[in-house]
């Protein structure tokens, strides 16, 4: 017979452990179920991965960031220990390894969720599965050499685990401008397909890029203020946290040596064929860039602060090669983004929109009462997935959850 759980958090990162806080605090009964341990997505990173935003940043609720470095970049493997410690202290009822396999909803509004350690019937459900489960691959991979490694961000760990050869990387945002970095500083060619992507600089005057988004009201745009429902998936800011923190973009990896070229359009024969539009894709980040720039002229008016040194982008350069031979490839690595993938296991008609993405309001299912989301692409606003906003959507939730 099934189990019966009143509320089932699905999975255990940032997302849905702050609705977990959110709730113990509430005093709601509820478990967190987790495929495979706290902050899963964390560890599947590449082994040098640390966080894009400042330390200062890491603000989940009753888990903020009290270390001694506020103004670094947590690694990989730190990220974790947060997370674990941050649970342990409001002692979250996470069970690791179990696996949701389905969720479907009954004829009396409750659910049923199928798992790796059998079915678990619940009167309400939070998915917090994450912003980054399937990634993404343009269709011409497909017709990549069967002999050629290809694999995307989840399956790379580091160069050395690469075979010889020059590397392929395809997508230019925070993922792939890291890994095209980290591949030439081992002394590997790496060619880079780029598409549009944002970039600004690591600092302005002595501050992150992160306090002047933040202090701007960037990450606090509603999903409404989105140009179109496309924009959801555009690339965050070019940026590293590695070495302390540095400017890391199209212009400072080809300036390093890395080869540059437009998006991946095909294949022919051992030939891998590109559009020529790096230069107009780079003038499409520049216009992001400068729109940076007009919100960092109005904080510093707003609070009457010295205007810092603005960078000014120079000419990209020419246009890329058109085409790359694949024979002396040692391997291509996917960086282009991730898609939703609720579709593939959770079976309530209707609830996802064209691109997979829940149809909600302020997380709250708008087709499944009972049925709520957190962590998700704009969820509520800007920074609904980050370390920095996710605790404000998960109080919501819970406040949700709580009152029903």
Known sequence: MAEEIDVVVVGAGQAGLAVSHELAAAGVEHVVLERGRIGQTWRDRWDSFCLVTPNWSVRLPGGHYEGDDPDGYLPRDQIVGHLEGWAKGFDAPVRE?????????????????????????????VLGTGAYQKPFRPPAAA??????????????????????GRVLVIGSGQSGCQIAEELHQSGRDVILSSGRAPWGPRRMGGRDIVWWILNGGFLDAPRESLPSEEARLWANFQASGHDGGHDLHTRTLRAMGVTLVGHFVSVEGRRAVFAQDLRESVAWGDERFGQLMDLVRRVVAERGLEEPELPVPGPIGEEGPAEVDLGDLGGVVFAGGFRPDYRSWVRIPGAFDEAGFPLQRDGASSVAPGLFFIGVHFMRKRKSTLLLGVGEDAAIVAGAIAET
Do not use: C, Q, W
């Open 97 to 125: 390894e179990v696996a949701v396999r389905s969720l479907d909803r009954r004829d009396d509004g409750t659910f049923l969720l199928d798992t790796s350690a059998g079915e678990i019937r619940a009167r309400k459900v």
């Open 143 to 164: 017709a990549l050499p069967p002999d050629l490694l290809a694999i995307d961000v989840g399956g790379y760990t580091n160069p050395e685990a690469l075979p010889p």
